[in-house]
């Protein structure tokens, strides 16, 4: 599946109506973003399952803004709606495949269990 673009309007649901969500955050400008661009398209290919998903910065500012974009590219990852990698910084293939495959390999169980942890202490404090 090749990538899709993100938006403010489909952002949060993508996030939350996908198992796992990549996202690409560019802009046209950026020589390292033009770079990674078919890294990243190439990793979306070989994962049909997964959605990735490109945000132009300079068309979605305020986007780039709520993610607490600095830097770009940035990369992020979601999985059940949880951020679990943000790194700004263009990824050679073989670390982005490998990063999708951990991701893929995580036992949300466990960090759905260690969030309510966290949680609880927080409430608790």
Do not use: Y
Not at 49 to 67: H, M, N, P, Q, R
Not at 88 to 98: F, I, K, S, T
Request: with cysteine.
């Amino acid at each position: 599946m090749a990538s899709v673009e993100l938006t403010a309007e489909n952002f949060d649901s993508t996030i939350m109506g996908n198992d796992i969500v990549v996202v690409d955050f560019w802009a046209e400008w950026c020589g390292p973003c033009k770079m990674f661009a078919p890294t990243f398209e190439a990793i979306s290919e070989n994962h049909p399952e997964i959605v990735f998903g490109k945000v132009d910065t300079e068309a979605e500012k305020s986007l780039a803004a709520a993610a607490g974009i600095q830097s770009i590219p940035t990369l992020m990852i979601f999985r059940d709606s949880i951020l679990l990698f943000s790194q700004p910084g263009a990824l050679p293939p073989a670390a982005l495949e490998d990063l999708v495959g951990q991701v893929k390999a995580l036992d949300m169980t466990e960090v759905h269990r260690e969030l309510e942890k966290m949680q609880n202490n927080v409430e608790n404090n």
